[in-house]
């Protein structure tokens, strides 16, 4: 099984930053990348941002292009979001997953972000 944790959630300004990160363990395949994704109050999940475990390729929403940077630290399987320029409509749960195959397979607890206008 593959088993992820996110962490570094919080209350911010508007315009303030915030990093998250996300811990992963157990079995791991060769090839595969990380997302993040979001889900606020009455909303779908929407997907944010991926990256390959490798860093060779990164993706993004253009909702959060400019203001959003995924990364990786593949010696601590770790996957971290840095989030600038927040806005009130970045306010949500965030959750990081794992893509195997064609599909985001395993999936972590979330981690709530909440930013204040």
């Known amino acids: 099984q593959v088993h992820l944790v996110e962490s570094g959630g919080g209350l911010v300004q508007a315009g303030g930053s915030l990093r998250l990160s996300c811990a992963v363990s157990?079995?791991?395949?060769?090839?595969?990348?990380m997302g993040w994704f979001r889900q606020a109050p009455g909303k779908e999940r929407e997907f944010v941002a991926s990256?390959?475990?490798?860093?060779?390729?990164?993706d993004y929403a253009d909702s959060v292009k400019g203001r959003f940077t995924i990364s990786r630290d593949g010696a601590k399987n770790t996957v971290y979001l840095q989030m600038n320029s927040l806005k009130p409509e970045d306010t949500a749960v965030y959750y990081c997953?794992?893509?195997?195959?064609?599909?985001?397979?395993?999936w972590g607890q979330g981690t709530q972000v909440t930013v204040s206008s």
């Open positions: 997953a794992v893509k195997i195959g064609q599909s985001y397979a395993y």
């Open positions: 990256i390959t475990w490798s860093g060779g390729n990164t």
């Open positions: 157990g079995r791991t395949l060769s090839r595969y990348h």
